[in-house]
């Protein structure tokens, strides 16, 4: 019952009136993003880096250097991705749990009444 009715999301209001903190809309953006894009931006990123810090430390790029950067840029975006999808997963989580308690807590107050 998550549609229509948003009442429910009145009880979930943070509590200290802080705003949403810039770390977790970064982390929002990055769950919401392509992550085949995400994948092959961070891809690129690492053999622009890779190619450059070659040039500087041996004057020229090197296929080897670059090779390693293409398998530790999937490794390790890779698992940027997992992680990413897990802390989706469990926002999923926490707002169906969230809504579970507040229509058990509604539920309780209409008994309490009748009584």
Same mark, same amino acid.
């Given at each position: 019952?998550?549609?229509?009715? #948003?009442? /429910? ?21 990055? $769950? #919401?993003?392509? *992550? /085949?894009?995400?994948?092959?931006? @961070? ?8 190619? $450059? ?10 296929? #080897? ?6 398998? @530790?840029? $999937? ?8 992680? +990413? ?9 926490? $707002? #169906? +749990?969230? *809504? ?14 009748? *009584?």
């Amino acid at each position: 019952m998550k549609g229509g009715d #948003d009442s /429910w999301n009145e009880g979930l209001a943070v509590k200290d009136g802080a705003s949403e903190s810039i770390s977790e809309r970064i982390i929002q953006k990055l $769950i #919401d993003a392509n *992550h /085949w894009v995400m994948l092959s931006i @961070v891809v690129i990123l690492a053999e622009i880096f890779t190619s $450059i810090m070659s040039v500087i430390l041996k004057g020229e790029v090197t296929y #080897d250097y670059l090779i390693t950067a293409l398998i @530790v840029s $999937i490794i390790v975006g890779g698992a940027l991705l997992y992680f +990413l999808l897990e802390i989706k997963q469990t926002r999923s989580h926490n $707002i #169906d +749990l969230q *809504h579970e308690i507040f229509e058990r807590k509604q539920a309780e107050d209409g008994l309490e009444i009748a *009584h």
